[in-house]
């Protein structure tokens, strides 16, 4: 039997999508990024761990512990929960029950089902200016509304953040308190008691965002604003902060284990939440990061703090000597980026053609602001270059900017 | 720094959640799943593949190659749209390019990210009553309005659907074809063309789940909604039927390893959904299938489809031996599930308390239906018991049925 197939109009499945779908963008980071991988081009633009530096033969040695250990176990359907042993680490660092810890698939997937469990169409969502796309990129299907809080080299302008708080009833504020992924900046400790203090007042639940906090390779360690929440509270299940952070930074990225605290009204939603979206993060790599959080964890983390202190310096170093006059950047104390102003003539965007003629390549600022703004700005990671490169690449940015001012 | 702490009221986190939050609900399955774990009890309730089949050397085997072929690479973050030689293998064996495949962390991910990009809050999505517990879970935050397709031994009533579709405009069909969750029941060959030809004309996607169309045990296969959707339209990129399916019943479930076969424009924006949601699906774990496609998986739908086939024999004997008269039942040809009618007086929700003190467990079959209804029904797995237990698990189950009605 065949179909009778007379001439039909195309199916127009575009304009079947959901009214969320049509929040939906390609992210601007990946085009860019897309463009930017011809092998000739110095990349500063993606966000990638150094990859010379994972615990390749450690995993392959905790897979076959994990598949010894567990048997046909590693390889079944699991909770939803998480994985056990993982929990109990996780809560017993943070010193709240395992039971407030839930284990996600990579933190993308914490700011996903987040938003689906809190943000409600046309809640106030505030957030840093600039913010982590990939935050904006999670929350943008359930329909937030955002208000940008400034921000300057000590992170959150907390008098501002107070004010918007006075006339705007919000929902959610969203930051990257360590090292902050587009700037590198981070809280200051002040600040943090400020935020954690006025946001419980006014009844607004905090999304903490740190993926990059163990990577401290200079200055102090202020406590988190979990912490903080905590202390605040005075109980794990009062806290109006929610915690994420993640073992992509730490260890490797593409086994997608990442976690988030929070008290158990939000946990208990989060794990329904989480059953719809992926029942559960996968069993074996579940174990293989619990079998690798004794040892490897903490010596990798000195490894890769010590690796990108040493390219955050020789970045540093080469910006200092190869930027002209005018241009603003930030000396993070951690984590992967910096943030580069250039003088309000030049449009970031449009340059990055020009410096791509170059072999050198950024990510524009702009879509990091989740209301505009920014066009003069430009994140760079020195995560993954080698010194040559940065130095190269460096003295090629910077000739950039000099034609482009001209 | 202390923070100044009077008393302060405890937050009430339930209420700050979005409405979306509250059409989610703890998996009826889940609650009764725990109950059912104590040791003593024979458990016909959990859907697992049979764990004892599982590939575990080959697995390990696997992991050790990947890491060895692609060195870092295999634990570093990786494209949101696949692994690209399993997305090449998955289209040549589906006849379509790799660019209509994308791969998904379990097949629950694709119904999540599926629901996301094309339910709009009120719109109609046809499913089959009884239909997959884990859909509705996936679909219910994106506010879908269900209508239900009456179904028998034959799959979907296909003239009652054309009924229902002259008078409702529907947006989604979702079904289950082959070896359906919960009943085990396939629709047939010729209601299959007359399935996908009538959701063509009226202009509905089809969301075809088939986790276990390779697991068939006898009787003959019928081409997919797929296949037949594409045959229909004549090009990939005008086919409105869409196609979920899974490594977890065929290789092992813990790797969290699915793909969606679609037309461009959803493949494009389901690319979007999967980076807001967790970026990608776990590198290495998507190597890990892909060694294992050419050998081990063929050899492993033998093993499993052979073991399943005696089991569904075992249990079928036993219930006709055990259970009363005005008991129905289906009878598989694939899969995990069969399905139980008991007489009408009977309220399977009910009888479960009276099953578990025989130690004996399954799912009430009423969470299957969308708007209720299904009392007298329930679902027993016999994927992963022995044939000793489901003799002993089927006596005390055709026990307590009499028991029932008495």
């Known amino acids: 039997m065949l179909f009778m197939t007379p001439m039909r109009p195309a199916p127009d499945f575009t304009a079947m999508l959901s009214d969320r779908a049509r929040h939906m963008n390609a992210s601007a980071i990946r085009e860019i990024l897309k463009v930017t991988q011809q092998p000739d081009v110095i990349s500063f633009a993606g966000g990638l761990p150094a990859p010379e530096l994972f615990p390749l033969e450690e995993v392959r040695r905790a897979a076959d512990t994990a598949l010894t250990k567990y048997g046909p176990a590693a390889l079944q359907y699991s909770t939803t929960e998480g994985h056990p042993p993982l929990r109990e680490w996780i809560g017993q660092r943070a010193g709240i029950p395992a039971a407030n810890v839930q284990i996600v698939t990579g933190s993308q997937q914490a700011l996903d089902l987040l938003g689906k469990i809190l943000i409600s169409e046309g809640d106030t969502v505030l957030v840093e200016a600039p913010t982590y796309l990939g935050a904006l990129q999670s929350f943008q299907p359930y329909g937030p509304s955002y208000v940008q809080m400034p921000t300057d080299d000590g992170g959150i302008d907390v008098d501002a953040l107070e004010d918007i ?90 086994l997608r284990d990442a976690w988030v605290q929070a008290a158990a009204p939000i946990i208990s939603k989060l794990v329904q939440a989480k059953q719809g979206a992926d029942l559960h993060t996968p069993t074996l790599n579940q174990m293989i990061v619990a079998e690798l959080l004794d040892e490897v964890l903490p010596r990798q983390i000195e490894t890769v703090k010590k690796a990108y202190g040493e390219r955050a310096a020789v970045m540093l170093g080469h910006i200092e000597k190869e930027f002209p006059g005018g241009v603003e950047y930030t000396r993070p104390e951690g984590g992967m980026f910096l943030w580069v102003t250039l003088p309000d003539t030049i449009d970031s965007t449009r340059m990055l053609q020009r410096a791509l003629t170059r072999n050198v390549a950024y990510v524009p600022g702009s879509p990091f602001f989740a209301l505009g703004g920014g066009q003069n700005t430009l994140r760079l990671s020195y995560s993954s270059a080698t010194p040559q490169q940065i130095g190269r690449g460096i003295a090629a940015l910077g000739e950039t900017i000099r034609e482009a001012l001209d």
């Open 165 to 254: 708080l006075k006339t705007t009833p919000a929902k959610l504020l969203y930051a990257v308190p360590n090292f902050q992924n587009p700037t590198g900046r981070t809280l200051n400790a002040e600040r943090r008691r400020r935020l954690v203090e006025l946001t419980a007042q006014y009844g607004v639940l905090v999304i903490e965002d740190d993926p990059y906090g163990q990577l401290r390779f200079s200055g102090e360690a202020a406590p988190s604003l979990y912490e903080l929440g905590l202390e605040y509270a005075g109980d794990v299940n009062a806290n109006y902060v929610i915690y994420c952070s993640s073992f992509s930074k730490t260890l490797v990225p593409g």
